[in-house]
């Protein structure tokens, strides 16, 4: 069994930063593509921030300059700085990744999501 568990997520002011974490836990013995993705009230979730097992980073336009995504393979974790933050960033903020099980077998998960509020 394999969990993902994002942290980090909280009320932060226009123009603020926050870092989200993401650790992958269990049955985990390789981890391919790690992102970020994001879903706002009444909206599609969407990609925010994508990393490969090589570290070849992706954003949208959107985040792009804003949002930094990095990974610590030894730590099973993938990171989120988020800077200058806007009121459209609020969202619930999931982390996804790609894992290898010891025993061959490969699945993708989802974390539980972790809110972020964008508000004076």
């Known amino acids: 069994q394999v969990q993902l568990v994002e942290s980090g997520g909280g009320l932060v002011q226009p123009g603020g930063s926050l870092r989200l974490s993401c650790v992958a836990s269990g049955d985990v013995f390789r981890i391919n593509d790690m992102d970020w993705h994001r879903q706002a009230p009444g909206k599609q979730r969407e990609l925010v921030a994508a990393i490969t097992s090589d570290g070849i980073t992706n954003y949208p336009d959107s985040v792009k300059g804003r949002f930094t995504i990095s990974r610590d393979i030894a730590k099973k974790t993938v990171y989120l700085q988020m800077n200058r933050l806007e009121s459209e960033d609020t969202a619930v903020y999931y982390c996804?990744?790609?894992?290898?099980?010891?025993?061959?077998?490969?699945?993708?998960?989802w974390g539980q999501g972790t809110q972020v509020t964008v508000s004076p």
């Open positions: 996804h990744a790609g894992i290898w099980g010891y025993r061959g077998d490969y699945a993708d998960y």
